[in-house]
């Protein structure tokens, strides 16, 4: 079964470019990001890497961890680290997880159950580890998504959907499209016009279903 929305994610334990651990353990009561790829020493992931690396700060500011899965082990990683910082100038001071048995790929629906890395094997093996998991404090999936082995993904598009995430979850509110940190937010409909002032203070009614206001 699709691990869906709000699921609770899997638990499982795993060597790391950083030393073994439990998954759950390791989130905490922090956000957490879970972000695949298919092989060690390929281009596009090495670009990823290294602007999850430039962005620690970021993560940091928004009490996040960020954890990277590969289907090679742990010394491949440790490698691999220093072309990624060759091409970001940052270290990558996330741990990498060794997913050579496949076991967190298939735990998250990335690979079908009878998946195998054949001999000589190619970043097209397994393709679709190339996704991305949000993941709340309370261990429940928030948001997926998964990238083509050509498209590179956009990373400020995730810290700005960590933003809209950690907000409405914050404040019980909704978000629009392309919305950022500082614009209005929407008060959901199940809340009543009464309520709703009382919660947010004054809002703007552009539908009877769709009233926005600022977070104070």
Known sequence: MSLR?????????ADTSQGPIRFHDWIGDSWAIL?????????VCTTEF?????????????GTKVIGVSVDGVEDH??????????CGNSVGFPIIADEGLTVSKLFD????DAYLPDGRTPADSATVRSVFIIGPDKQLKLSMTYPMTVGRNFAEILRALDALQATAKHGVATPADWTVG??????PSISDEDAKQK???F?????YLRKTKLR
């Open 35 to 43: 972000f695949s790829h298919p092989k060690d020493f390929t281009p």
């Open 5 to 13: 929305i709000n699921a609770v994610v899997p638990d499982f334990e």
């Open 183 to 188: 614009q209005d937010v929407i008060i959901p």
């Open 204 to 208: 703007e009614a552009v539908l009877p």
């Open 110 to 113: 990335m690979l079908p159950e």
């Open 50 to 62: 290294g602007a999850v690396a430039t962005l620690s700060a970021e993560w940091e500011k928004r």
């Open 78 to 87: 440790k490698r691999w680290a220093d072309d990624i910082e060759k091409v």
């Open 200 to 202: 947010f203070g004054e």
